[in-house]
């Protein structure tokens, strides 16, 4: 089992998602604390209602990114936490965390990374007109949105597709693979070599993938 310090900012719906797995058996996992830098992140309610311990460092108390960091890592640490999840945590991550948990940081991304990183993703897939759009776990380092991919899941873009509807279909494989990530962490079969995630015993794809559908 691992032990996760969830880091959040908002509604908290790839929290519920980790805290349902968990409950249900499929991740082996122990949420020692959630921390957000939001008093008001609905997150925090989610986490309260399953027992689990809360924390809000507000940015407003600290004169630089690297301390509030320095607070961050410091209540990680003190809850025993091997693993930090980042769960729409509206922050960038500063050298402080990134090297008290060196490689030991996840983050869900909605777009197939290195595509479209940032913000507005699913607006600048539909603009550029990708016909494929999905999610991505991966670490976090000093870049954005740039660390080793763990898991990748791909969604067909729909012509009648707006942002909004492609976010709701994206969002739900985020809860779906999210949780799989922690779990092959607390497994111990994750290796990466460079740029690369290598997931022991796991196997690829059967098939590819077309988009649209077109049989001759």
């Known amino acids: 089992m691992v032990n996760i310090g969830v880091l959040v900012s908002g509604s908290g719906t790839n929290l519920q998602s980790i805290i349902d797995a968990i409950e249900a058996g499929r991740c ?41 960091d320095a607070e961050v890592l410091r209540i990680l640490r003190e809850h025993g936490v091997e693993l930090v999840v980042l769960a729409g945590f509206m922050r960038i991550i500063s050298k402080v965390l990134l090297d008290g948990y060196h490689m ?5 991304h909605p777009s197939l990374l290195p595509s479209f990183p940032g913000l507005e993703v699913q607006k ?30 791909v969604v067909p873009v729909k012509d009648e597709d707006t942002a909004e509807s492609l976010s709701r279909r994206i969002l739900i494989e985020e809860h ?22 290598f997931i022991r015993n796991s196997q690829p794809p059967a098939s590819s993938l077309t988009n649209p559908l077109i049989t001759i």
Not at 104 to 108: A, L, R, S
């Open 104 to 108: 030991k940081i996840m983050n869900i």
């Open 124 to 153: 600048a897939a539909l603009d550029y007109g990708v016909k494929f759009s999905g999610c991505t776990v991966h670490f976090v380092d000093n870049g954005l949105d740039s660390g080793p991919i763990i898991i990748q899941a």
């Open 176 to 197: 779906r693979i999210y949780p799989q990530a922690i779990q092959l962490f607390s497994e111990g079969r994750i290796e990466i070599r460079g740029r690369r995630v």
């Open 28 to 68: 082996d996992a122990s949420i020692k604390i959630v921390v957000s830098n939001k008093a008001d992140a609905f997150a925090l309610e989610r986490a309260k209602k399953h027992g689990i311990a809360t924390a809000v460092i507000r940015v407003k108390d600290f004169p630089e990114r690297e301390a509030f």
